[in-house]
């Protein structure tokens, strides 16, 4: 039962830095586990990091390094951190808990020069 709002995306150049957002509503926030996927043009939609309640979290092997997922559950927010960005990470980035099935419409994000 939560509702996602993806903000922060933009066109960067290579090497470049963003910030995610997530805002989240619905109850039990605090106890689930949340998680930032990404879709590139053509690719399948992966999980590039989640984060449990406690603050605990992981990272594909692509982007370890690089991102940093982080939560503020007094505020129902996730954020992804991402660094040193490459043109392979031009994607549509999207919040979600892991075990729901509702996405919010993404925020895009282009790495180009």
């Known amino acids: 039962q939560v509702q996602l709002v993806e903000s922060g995306g933009g066109l960067v150049q290579p090497g470049g830095s963003l910030r995610l957002s997530c805002a989240a509503s619905?109850?039990?926030?605090?106890?689930?586990?949340m998680g930032w996927y990404r879709q590139a043009s053509g690719k399948q939609r992966e999980l590039v990091a989640a984060?449990?309640?406690?603050?605990?979290?992981t990272y594909i092997d692509s982007v370890k390094g690089r991102f940093t997922i982080s939560r503020d559950n007094a505020k129902k927010m996730v954020y992804l951190h991402m660094n040193s960005l490459k043109p392979e990470d031009t994607a549509v980035y999207y919040c979600?808990?892991?075990?729901?099935?509702?996405w919010g419409q993404g925020t895009q994000v282009t790495v180009s020069s």
């Open positions: 979600k808990s892991i075990s729901s099935n509702a």
């Open positions: 619905g109850t039990f926030f605090s106890s689930i586990v």
């Open positions: 984060i449990t309640g406690g603050g605990g979290a």
